[in-house]
């Protein structure tokens, strides 16, 4: 596979981003016909909100209306059509000076939240593995740091950073852009990052980036998880993820094509929202001539792994 | 930091009941004085319970930090004359009052008289008003009365009314009160939390779910799956998940956080008003909580409604009526037994405050349990669609049988939707003289609802005003509904609107945004208002909360979706999916303040000003 393949197939993971944004409103046209006998003006405006891009998913077969996502219809309402010229601190009765009411949608707030620290087990080793992601900022950009990694025996393996300015594009998803740094017992790189991260229908949270690096070399990262709440406080977490590299990258015992893939089930209980630990167990295979790289090593290509560990957040 | 929540293994159920019924009295009401008792005055430095009563027109209040223990973790509270709720006012009609207000906190304050009609500058909202108050500072509010009823007053600045800056203001009627009332109490509900409320904040931005502890479960999907059928229990959640919507949120904040106060005391402090047998009893019901929405009811007792929102109404009996914070209630009950609980659970059913009514003190009646939780419905989430599976209309006939696996586990629970928008249809040609007569029907959203600010948009609202809400839909008792409330004397200017204002309420729960016209207050501009004018407003609700809506300095005279006059209000609550108009007469030049009254809801910008000019 090379470099060329790999951004296409970005760009198609990509790019379904904002069609799953619109997929649960694309259809539901009966609603819409609805809306449009009810109206007494034929040119409703909601029926040209009632035709987004064609259904991506397939899997919206019921009848609900166009209520999430699309673009705005062009006779949509000019939100500033009632201010008559004035504003926040400007014209008639306006305090003097600068705008002294800032509200928090001009504050900026921050998380740190610690997905998984954890002790790994397979048949021939432990490690110890993290995955955390912190923002800082407003609803919609913000400044997103992401690191994953893992160590055995008191040495680091690998561990990704990712240094991101996030944005908000739509109601679910923010684009992510930034730069990758790798570093461990291989040779470290550097990466530019393009991605999207957020909630797909059904409460799928997706984070897919692609990236380039330096030497013509690409790769594409696809991480999902889901929250399966058993009682109010036990969820089971389901979570799967696949790496692609355009580039055969031997220091780092990467093949070009599909690299590996990673599902794994992790049981927490939610002492607070905050801090949960949990137990899990990850299945991981390495795939092409990953694979062959890592038998010539004498390294096995599948493996299950044994987790237990601690998510939290402040 | 929280210890709220036990660790593993101890037993969780004392602590938590502590933490949600909060800290009992010792039992001490007995030799009290007085008719009204403070049932737990345990915390050093804050008066709770009884608040005083000042009168006249000459005020000081004084604004501080004092202690409080709610929980049994002594916090620090912001109070006014170091009580919580702060002094009822007790002040005259046609008095002009000059009220001293000094910040002896660390930070700017202020304080807002909610739903009193004054000139701009009095108006209390920092940034809008007036600067604020600063630390240290004294700033004199003067403003003449001219209205009477049951109202209160809060700071405007941050958090502070979320930790304890709230108390009641009653305005007198110069010729004597029209009603005659053996007692008269003033019931002020409120929420405290032991967090500090931009920590929760922080929360909610970060995870908006971090309080629903009734979220749908594995659990849950396998029981309904056994009483009802796998695809059922399907049917009722694919909505919901496909579009990424929780049908249990109903409050962003819950007892994992709040603990409910009536008159500043716990549910196990449990505030006592006393009467003797035969007497008639007013009770002056205000919802000055951060976030919750109360459901209210005396078990044993009707009551009837003679005023909300200050305004009389044509008396109407009920057992039962939900208000949210900002809104008032004046009740009439005529006990006839020893004792009646005054009961007002948290719309999300997580707990509830509490009082007792009572010839003696210290005599209690059981707690009634919760109601349990209902999931929103398809009304709740779509408005006439969700509730239209029943409608005989021929239009709707191709779309209604692709509807309904989608509607039918859901419809069950759905009074009066058949008054929704589309039952208005037949009318309409005849009405149309004058299309301002009534609401507009055509739904406009604004170009910036189509962007990551919102979640949904609905586009077929229901228009009804007699749907008591979820939770309260067909629950065996009398529940007022905007409906049945009929001001006195009709609107206060008899002209029809001149034109129209449509402000959708948005927001999205998943990022923890709230917005009007998907746009925070960072990013708006003031609606405008021409002086004199009379204008309709119309509010569309494009989200699955509740959320009243309180417009400073004028009157907001709700109407049906026939026009027809119904209540004159301040705080105006819409409910999920609702649409619903009120008239104004911009007679207050200035800038005014008008927003969710959800004080979260409020900051994270569902908030606009308006310049009347």
Known sequence: MNTLSILAASVLVLGAAPSLATAAG?????????????????????????????????AMDHGDMNMQGGSAPADARDPHAYSGGYT???????????????????????????????????????STAFDAQAWFGRDYD????????????GRLEEARTELLWGHAIASYWDAQLGLRYDTGEGPDRSWLAFGIQGLAPYWFELDATAYVGNEGRSALRVEAEYELPITQRLVLQPRGEIN??????????????????????????????????????????????????????????????????????? | ??????????????????????????????????LLHAAAD????????????????????VVAESPVNFTGNPRMATTINGSIPAPTLRLREGDTVTIRVTNRLREATSIHWHGIILPYQMDGVPGISFAGIAPGETFTYRFKLEQTGTYWYHSHSGMQELTGMYGALIVESREGEPVRADRDYVVQLSDWTDEAPMQVFAKLKTQSDYYNYNQPTVADFFRDASTDGLKSAIDKRKMWNEMRMSPTDLADLSGATLTFLMNGTTPAGNWTGLFRRGERVRLRFINGAGNSFYDVRIPGLKMTVIQSDGVDVEPVTVDEFRFGPGET??????????AYTLFAQAMDRSGYARGTLAVQPGLTVSVPALDKVEWLTMADMMGAMGGMAGMDHSAMAGGMKDMNHAAMP????????????????????????????????????????????????????????????????NNGRRVLTLADLSTVGGPIDPRGAEREIELHLTGNMERYAWSLDGLEFGQSTPVHLRYGERVRVILHNDTMMTHPMHLHGMWSELETADGAFQARRHTIPVQPAQRISFLVTADALGRWAWHCHLMFHMDAGMFRQVVVS
């Open chain 2, 329 to 338: 209630y004046d009740v009439l009950v005529e006990p006839k037994d020893d």
């Open chain 2, 42 to 61: 345990r915390a050093p430095g804050t008066v709770t319970g009884a608040a005083p009563v000042l009168r006249g027109t000459e005020i000081d209040l």
């Open chain 2, 410 to 473: 859901m419809q069950h629970n759905m009074p009066g939707m058949n008054h929704g928008a589309m039952a208005m249809d037949h009318s309409q040609h005849a009405m149309a003289e004058n299309p301002l007569d009534k609401a507009s029907q055509t739904v406009r959203h604004a170009r910036t609802e189509y962007g990551p600010s919102t979640d949904m948009r609905v586009d077929m609202p229901r228009t009804n005003l007699d749907d008591p809400g979820i939770g309260l839909r």
């Open chain 2, 1 to 34: 930091m929280q210890a709220r929540f036990s660790p593993i293994g101890t037993p969780v159920t004392l602590n938590r009941r502590r933490f949600v019924q909060g800290l009992a009295a010792g039992g001490v009401l007995a030799g009290l004085p007085g």
């Open chain 1, 26 to 58: 694309a259809h539901g046209q009966h609603a819409m016909d609805a809306a449009g006998a009810q109206s007494e003006s034929g040119a409703s405006p909601m029926k040209q909100a009632a035709a987004p891009a064609a259904m991506p998913m397939g």
């Open chain 1, 244 to 314: 692609v590299y355009g580039k055969k990258d031997e220091a780092n015992g990467m093949g070009s094509g599909l690299t590996d893939a990673t599902f794994g089930l992790r049981l927490r209980y939610e002492v607070s929202r905050q801090f949960a630990p949990y137990i899990g167990v990850e299945w991981n295979n390495k795939f092409g001539q990953t694979a062959d790289l890592a038998r010539a090593e004498g390294a096995s290509t599948r493996e299950t792994r044994w987790v237990a560990g601690l998510r939290f957040w402040f």
């Open chain 1, 88 to 126: 926040l601190d400007s014209g008639k009765y306006a305090l003097a000076g600068p705008r002294q009411l800032r509200l928090a949608d001009e504050h900026s707030f921050g998380t740190l939240l610690v997905d998984r620290l954890e002790r790994v087990d397979t048949r021939d080793a432990t």
């Open chain 1, 142 to 153: 913000r400044l997103v740091v992401k690191a994953e990694g893992d160590y055995a025996n």
